[in-house]
């Protein structure tokens, strides 16, 4: 499988919980993306990673959220204190070139917070 | 704030007919915009881009028309299948905020046999 790797697919936590997803992008992908949907909306863009640098963490929604891609391969996106409001599909999605639109998404990882 | 947004939530037609999704944005200045797929359960597929210095561009059966004087964005889908039947969003970027891509509500195409 060459595609973009997301894990896990689902998680059910209780609220006040830590979680944490990881992506695993196409190999020779540089650029690696976040996202959030919730239902019926469109993808709202997190933060963005080119290699291990983060390049944009502002529209992170809040100090709550964190994300790293420490060896510019895989990234992580942590999510502390959750609550019920975090409830959503968190997509990671890769891309090959600095100047394109054209991202390949993973299947996302949903998370319902209880 | 500025919003991408779209005319029609839902859509529905024919096999074989053609289809058309618009989209409406509201920044001017975006110089770039994006139509992707999203079929149930599925993360988001690349159709097909346009640059803000272009008016249309043609894929393999679609077509994307930029319309840069009223900010309107719209996909034209020929010869709809069942295949097509997804929500589809389109993406625009902002002009100097590097590959930050701000995405529309979508639009629900459903084909009927």
């Known amino acids: 499988d060459t595609g973009v790797s997301q894990d896990p697919r689902h998680k059910i936590t209780k609220r006040g919980q830590n979680v944490t997803f990881r992506c695993d992008p196409i190999?020779?992908?540089?650029?690696l993306y976040w996202y959030r949907q919730t239902l019926g909306q469109g993808p709202e863009f997190l933060t963005y990673?080119?290699?291990?640098?983060?390049?944009?963490k502002s529209r992170l929604l809040s100090d709550r959220f964190s994300a790293e891609r420490p060896k510019g391969s895989f990234s992580t996106l942590e999510i502390q204190r959750t609550e019920q409001g975090d409830s959503a599909m968190y997509l990671c999605?890769?891309?090959?070139?600095?100047?394109?639109?054209?991202?390949?998404f993973g299947e996302g990882s949903r998370l319902t917070v209880l | 704030g500025e919003s991408v947004g779209l005319h029609l939530p839902t859509l529905s037609v024919q096999e074989g007919d053609n289809s058309i999704i618009n989209c409406a944005y509201s920044?001017?200045?975006?110089?770039?915009f994006i139509w992707y797929k999203q079929e149930s359960g599925k993360g988001p597929q690349f159709i097909i881009d346009?640059?803000?210095?272009?008016d249309k561009r043609q894929g393999q059966r679609v077509t994307v028309l930029l319309n840069k004087t009223v900010k309107h964005l719209s996909l034209q889908i020929a010869a709809t299948q069942p295949g097509d039947s997804a929500v589809y969003f389109c993406?625009?970027?902002?002009?100097?905020?590097?590959?930050?891509?701000?995405f529309g509500t979508g639009t629900s195409l459903t084909v009927i046999p």
């Open positions: 920044n001017s200045a975006s110089d770039y």
């Open positions: 999605a890769s891309s090959f070139m600095e100047d394109t639109g054209e991202l390949f």
């Open positions: 993406a625009e970027n902002w002009a100097n905020t590097g590959n930050q891509f701000y």
């Open positions: 346009i640059r803000s210095n272009m």
């Open positions: 990673f080119q290699n291990e640098a983060q390049l944009e």
């Open positions: 190999s020779e992908h540089n650029r």
